[in-house]
């Protein structure tokens, strides 16, 4: 079966420090990956996706990246976090187009 | 591009009464539908999804209802449970990104009192 993971759970961050938040899906081969952020009591914010290796597409402007190194591993990057950069972030993966999508736990960051 | 919308923002009800949330969207080529519950601190889990060629998905206490022609669909819960109290999703998925990206309304807080 499939499984998708992501990490940390939690993390503090000060601002300005740099951002790396891992996901990676197990069970599947070429999946479609995804990066939403959920700011608090809000509601998915698509940030990033991805149909393949190297392959990115930025949905809203801002100071976060994303890269795809290996089929199955998806990184949300930053250099230097900013406070507005605080949030629940997960990680989702789907197998085709139009079919379901399956989220990570999500990552809690707190930039202070 | 999509645009869904999502109503009410929040629902509270007793337990075993029945719970109904209503989206709607914009695209009319959009052909895939899910559900999504979110509990507190979790990521959402799919519950329920139905595509256009089908007007009404059940299973068990939960159906989805999708009137294309007003470009709705509805997420019912009968017999509502206090474990059924989380935040709902509804999503659908359009043309205008080739299907690739789910649009997700705003979200439903549900709360079943006991």
């Known amino acids: 079966s499939q499984t998708i993971h992501q990490w940390p759970a939690t993390l503090v961050q000060p601002v300005g420090s740099p951002l790396s938040l891992e996901c990676t899906v197990e069970?599947?081969?070429?999946?479609?990956l995804y990066w939403y952020r959920q700011a608090a009591g809000r509601g998915l914010q698509l940030l990033f996706y991805?149909?393949?290796?190297?392959?990115i597409s930025s949905e809203v402007p801002q100071n976060l990246s994303a890269s795809r190194p290996q089929d199955r591993q998806f990184i949300l990057s930053s250099k230097k976090l900013l406070l507005s950069d605080s949030g629940f972030y997960l990680c989702a993966w789907r197998s085709l187009n139009n079919s379901p999508l399956h989220f990570g736990n999500g990552t809690r960051l707190t930039v202070t | 591009g999509e645009n869904v919308e999502q109503h009410p923002s929040t629902l509270s009800v007793q337990e075993g009464d029945s719970a109904v949330i209503k989206c709607t969207y914009s695209?009319?080529?959009?052909?895939?539908f899910p559900w999504y519950k979110q509990e507190l601190g979790k990521g959402p889990q799919l519950i329920i999804d139905?595509?256009?060629?089908?007007g009404e998905k059940k299973d068990q206490r939960i159906a989805v209802t999708l009137n294309k022609t007003a470009k709705h669909f509805s997420l019912h819960i009968t017999e509502t449970q206090p474990e059924d109290s989380a935040v709902y999703f509804c999503?659908?998925?359009?043309?205008?990104?080739?299907?690739?990206?789910?649009?997700f309304g705003t979200g439903t807080r549900l709360l079943v009192s006991p």
């Open positions: 069970g599947t081969s070429n999946p479609n």
């Open positions: 139905i595509r256009s060629n089908v």
């Open positions: 991805s149909v393949g290796i190297g392959q």
């Open positions: 695209d009319s080529a959009s052909n895939y």
């Open positions: 999503a659908a998925t359009g043309r205008n990104t080739g299907f690739q990206k789910l649009v």
